[in-house]
């Protein structure tokens, strides 16, 4: 149980175009959802994090006008690369806490976006 | 606010020998920690957690982390490491509120030699 699915795996979008990733808990409503980068040999670090049915909470020095997120239902969240620029390659990973739980995330397998 | 760190952010060491990663973290509450593992190019897997109750906690195969409040640290550690252990390894803290929200640190990459 606790599985969490990311598509795509891997993305490679020219620059200036947008992207999409979905985030999806498969046998679990996630009341809450959580949006990380992370470079190369870096830790994660936390981009946002996003209720059911309201706006996202963005973490500092992170642009939430690029970087959309959308959590339209319990079980799937978006995170939407606009305009996006080579600097924004990174792997993105997203994590989701179940309904009730105080306590737990599970974590999606990541999204490899590469800007040219 | 909460910090971690990992103290090494490498730790090389022979198949079947013992390993420890180190983890401290600060905090002004009560904390649950974590520890998650992470193979190239994945997404992060729990290998541990404390909550509450016995100060020692122990993973499937053959982790265990022992909580220790004084110390503030909840370091891990495996008697005998396989080269399949090679990964990279993050402690992480949360306070239980603010959405569940992790503290990560920093990681350390676990590179097991033959």
């Known amino acids: 149980g606790a599985v969490v699915s990311q598509h795509p795996s891997r993305v490679i979008c020219k620059s200036g175009t947008s992207v999409k990733i979905e985030c999806r808990s498969l046998?679990?409503?996630?009341?809450?959802m959580f949006w990380y980068r992370q470079f190369p040999k870096q830790s994660l670090m936390l981009m946002a994090t996003?209720?059911?049915?309201?706006?996202?909470?963005?973490e500092q020095g992170v642009e939430k006008d690029k970087f959309l997120i959308n959590h339209a239902s319990l079980t799937l969240s978006t995170l939407t690369v606009t305009s996006a620029h080579p600097e924004d390659s990174s792997f993105y990973i997203c994590?989701?806490?179940?309904?009730?739980?105080?306590?737990?995330?599970?974590f999606g397998p990541g999204t490899r976006l590469t800007v040219t | 606010a909460q910090s971690v760190t990992q103290l090494d952010s490498q730790v090389p060491v022979f198949e079947e020998a013992p390993v420890e990663l180190r983890c401290n973290y600060s905090?002004?509450?009560?904390?649950?920690l974590f520890w998650y593992v992470q193979y190239p190019n994945q997404g992060l897997q729990l290998l541990l957690k404390?909550?509450?109750?016995?100060?020692l906690v122990e993973s499937i195969n053959g982790f265990e982390a022992e909580f220790n409040k004084s110390q503030t640290s909840f370091h891990l550690r495996k008697p005998s490491v396989h080269i399949s252990d090679t990964a990279e390894y993050f402690c992480?803290?949360?306070?239980?509120?603010?959405?569940?929200?992790?503290?990560f640190g920093g990681g350390t990459r676990l590179m097991v030699k033959p």
């Open positions: 996003s209720n059911e049915g309201s706006k996202a909470t963005y």
């Open positions: 992480a803290v949360s306070d239980g509120h603010a959405g569940n929200m992790l503290t």
């Open positions: 046998d679990f409503q996630a009341t809450t």
């Open positions: 404390y909550l509450s109750g016995s100060t």
């Open positions: 994590s989701a806490s179940p309904q009730g739980v105080a306590y737990e995330q599970y």
């Open positions: 905090s002004s509450v009560s904390v649950y």
